[in-house]
């Protein structure tokens, strides 16, 4: 295999220029809206006493896990020493550390008391999962950072392996951390499971290689860079392993469920009855989040497609996005199971009256403030790949591949 | 520096309300810094006493909410306003409220059952686990709490009880009272009226509502004195936790469930 | 730089100190309210002048862990005893917000810049109980 060259992303000034405006405006509207929020207090968003977290954490969650995820890519490089991986790592640890920036920039933006960031850094209850989450996610950033920087500099190339594999298992403990959130809770059948660490570790490659894919076909395309079809169909297949896998832990998860006499309202909940999030189950995770790009990336014809492969990373990003949805909000509308074999028939605080759930609407300044993390997040991609050499020139097959350009002949 | 807004909102508000509280308190000019502060407390609270709550189900009287109103008038609740703009059933399910009256059927008998819901203090709270920066604690004397002065609003703890029970303050809170500070962006829940017990007091607002309304449901005391009305009224009657099999071992015990 | 340019810098950076240390000298003066509150009429704080102003953030921080965690009420130092000895009366006899623009808390905070979280949650008056 060549020796692959790095160079700054070098697309026409106007166009580079004006897609920055345009993530800035939407990243800088995102702030706005967290400054309106931070104002006037939560009454202005969708969230209430019942529905506490909304769709600022919706974001902020599947930034995190795909941040974790994207630098999978990095990881099979190093970790796993396949080469063809190589190249493909500066790119992998940029992307991971803007996504963690922009997940963490929605988080932080959506507390009752953003102002009180510095409490929430030196005051620590070390048994909770939160206050672990805070030192792995700054943790993951710093690491990733020197990670990048064995990778570029010549002189610290030889250490790139073990810190390769710091940030491997660094990764796993980050996401592990996140599903725990959920996976720590007693109080709601939606959580309390021990299936949530992994299964958001799974989602966490599915989500960040889909996100990885597309943005290097974009940047690569834009900058008339060549992309052979080794590169992109070893990722492809990838992805596709990826996303089975987070279908086989969901499908556990309710089979699981199924099993609990107990659960079997939540269940029903999800599956049958509740509405927008049964919605978001069938419709978003499985069909377009599953499905639908599984077909795809194992079609004989469409999965030679870039446009077919794209439109797959996309609706797994979609799917992403509905799934945490159904998880955060769903698990919060299914009203609390207080007194197990009764129905709660009056309340004063909402608590399921006749098994109803709560209800939620997202509401504008939540829905701007995720975009902007979203926006934030490749505004960092871009102004990383502009500035710094992190982009192969080429990966082409004769260049890329690490059998020389024999396994594209073979096709 | 945002200083002079909310406070000259608040003195608006505030001459309004000013004349009912100094004229019901005292004599105009003297001020009422602490009737309550009868005997403050001058050590730490200790492990010896552990504050508990029994509520006879039986006793509970349909439509009766003088308990959520007491907590309200104590605590300051009753003072919170809709934000400008709002719609009265979004804020329903936005504004604060400590206890609340559930009223439940039993799917097989049929049987109707209604009860005060309230922070229950558990002995292993999850919201106190989940907690980043351990705002939400467990004093030693039992009371569940939140440290509004650390509190980051991220509302985790809200998630992870059990009974539902801490509230979110989603608005700028204008009028609030000396004994009861809360404010936007924190979290809050019942904490057995602690600035009552730590003035000497040994009753909450919504017993005292409930006794004095004729049912006496609520039988709040230290239940690690075998002595206390509420530790005799617990061996002598069956009792039950909300979600036992929780194993949380709260402080709020409920007879007739 | 020129000589004119010289002078015309210096002249500047002593006006600028001269009204910095009228402006500090001045707020050595301005915390004693012409008011009606029970402080104005008494000599020191519950501690000395000089050390109550210096230290009055962390007494308050440490008093109020102690509060809250521990249930300890009885206390020089708790927020409440501050508001109630420093909030002045209107004509009418009601007490005026103690961190309102002209009253006691905003006479220093306002020149050090300082932001007051305390009555985001804190009473302004002495109410209520």
Known sequence: ?411 | MKITEPTDQGRREFIGKAAGAAAVAVAPGVFLHSVAESAPRADPVTSKVRWGMLIDTSKCADGCTACVQACDLENGLDLQQKPEGETESAWDQQRSKWIRKVKVRDNLTGRVTGMPVMCQHCEYPPCVDVCPTGASFRRADGVVMVDRHICIGCRYCMMACPYKARSFIHEVVEVKLTSAPRGKGCVESCNFCVHRLDNGGTTTACQDACAKDGHAAILFGDIRDPNSPVSKALAQYSSTQIRPELKLNTGVRYHDL | MSASATRRLLATLVGVALAASAGVAAADKNWKQNGNSKATGLEQCVRPTGEIRRYHMDLLKHQRDITVHQGVRKTTDALAGCIDCHANKDAQGKPVPVDAAGQFCLSCHAFAAVHLDCFQCHSTVPAGK
């Not at chain 1, 396949?82 to 963490?104: F, I, M, N, Q, R």
């Not at chain 1, 279908?247 to 029903?268: G, Q, R």
């Not at chain 1, 599984?294 to 446009?307: A, D, E, M």
């Open chain 1, 1 to 411: 295999m060549k020796k692959v060259q790095f160079s700054e992303w070098g697309i026409p000034s106007p166009r580079y220029w004006g897609l920055l405006a345009f993530l800035a405006a939407v990243a800088g509207i995102g702030g706005l809206a967290a400054l309106y929020m931070e104002h006037h207090g939560h009454w202005v968003t969708g969230m209430s006493n019942q529905v506490v977290w909304g769709t600022p954490h919706v974001f902020a969650v599947f930034l995190i896990v795909a941040a974790s995820g994207a630098l999978n890519v990095a990881s099979v490089g190093s970790v796993f020493g396949k080469k063809l991986y190589k190249p493909l790592a500066p790119l992998s640890g940029l992307l991971a550390v803007a996504l963690l920036t922009g997940g963490l920039m929605v988080l932080v933006l959506d507390l009752g008391r953003p102002d009180r960031l510095i409490v929430a850094m030196t005051y620590y209850n070390f048994k909770s999962i939160f206050a672990w989450n805070i030192i792995l996610y700054t943790g993951f950033m710093v690491i990733v950072l020197f990670y990048l920087y064995t990778m570029k500099e010549r002189t610290m190339s030889a250490y790139s392996k073990p810190v390769g594999v710091f940030a491997f298992v660094w990764r796993l403990a980050l996401t592990t951390g996140t599903g725990s959130i959920f996976g720590f809770l007693v109080a709601r059948e939606a959580y309390n499971s021990a299936l949530l660490a992994p299964m958001f570790i799974v989602m966490s490659f599915a989500f960040g290689t889909a996100i990885y894919i597309l943005v290097l076909i974009y940047a690569f395309r834009a900058d008339n860079r060549s992309l052979g079809d080794v590169v992109l169909f070893r990722l492809k297949n990838l992805l596709g392993v990826f996303v089975a896998g987070m279908w086989y832990f969901m499908l556990i998860y309710h089979l699981t469920n199924l099993y609990i006499t107990e659960n079997h309202d939540f269940v029903a909940f999800v599956l049958r009855d509740g509405g927008i999030y049964t919605a978001a189950f069938w419709l978003g995770h499985t069909i377009v989040g599953v499905v639908m790009p599984l077909g795809i990336i194992y079609h004989p014809v469409l999965g030679q497609s870039r446009g077919w492969i794209s439109g797959a990373c996309g609706m797994v990003i979609l799917g992403g996005l509905a799934t945490m949805y159904l998880i955060i909000i769903g698990g919060q509308a299914f009203p609390m199971s207080l007194f197990p074999g009764k129905t709660i028939i009056e309340s004063g605080f909402y608590d399921g009256v006749n098994g109803l759930p709560a209800a939620y609407a997202p509401s504008m300044p939540e829905v701007l403030l995720g975009l902007g993390g979203v926006a934030a997040a490749l505004l960092v991609t871009m102004v990383g790949i502009r500035m710094l050499g992190f982009l192969p020139e080429s990966l082409a097959d004769s260049v890329a591949d690490p059998h020389g350009g024999e396994t594209a002949a073979a096709h």
